[in-house]
């Protein structure tokens, strides 16, 4: 199904523009899952199993698999089997942030989507478009263009000033992208920076614009939300990882994560339509 269409239906499915990911650390696992033959999997499937009818979108972060070696990315690839079996209408994001020359780009670009199964990836557009066409050519799935990160020190490079124009970098690369005029192109926009997402969107209305940084990295949310959201109040995919799935330690964590998720994208609501 084109990313599109899969992501259009779980908004209105389950009225939610929330992102869970899904970024296991060994360490900071409930004990118990430690017993299980694969701790990762056992940890996300809870996770899924009890989240399904609340999110928008799932985002594993390869980096926290990579970690792990083999056997990390091995749980990668069964968390998205998993959801790909049990739960086919709700769209996966692979973190992935590839950067390289177009043949290499092929590459990463064969590995996320065909053997992983990602329905969309997340891109660094620094080296323009002839290193991004490999990810572009996937017409059904969605690459997401990195261009306002959410950490604090984003704005040493990505807001320097550019030529003539005198814009910030992140917003002469989002006016160079839409002139490649790619329908499959979203873009990403750090939640901790509500005016660079507001000045994105004005560029971008009806695209896709991934964001973070609602909840530990400290957004204002309704700042965020509100810049964010296209016209109807839609295609705002709200990434949480460590306040959801980080809720609690115990036994019966994934009740506790369950009621976090519903809490942030009941927020996420209360904001988008304002």
Known sequence: MIFSKKLESIIIKNSSLLCIGLDP???????HLLKENDPTFAFNKEIIDNTSDIVCAYKPNIAFYEAYGIKGLESLKKTIEYIQKKHPEIPIILDAKRADIANTSRM????LF??????AVTVYPYLGLDAIKPFLNYENKLTILIIKTSNPDSDVFQNLK???????????????IKKWNFPNI?????ATYPEELRNVRKIFPSSYILTAGIGVQGAKTQKAIKAGVDPRGNNLICNNSREIIYADKSKH???KVRNKAKEIRNIINKYRYE
């Not at 650390?25 to 004990?31: A, M, V």
């Not at 979203?186 to 750090?190: C, W």
């Open 162 to 176: 550019v030529g003539n124009s005198n814009l910030p970098l992140y917003l002469t690369m989002a006016h160079e």
């Open 253 to 255: 964590f994934a009740k």
């Open 186 to 190: 979203g873009l990403f926009v750090g």
């Open 25 to 31: 650390e060994i360490e900071k696992l409930p004990k």
């Open 114 to 119: 065909d053997y992983f199964g990602a329905d």
């Open 108 to 111: 990463y670009a064969r590995a």
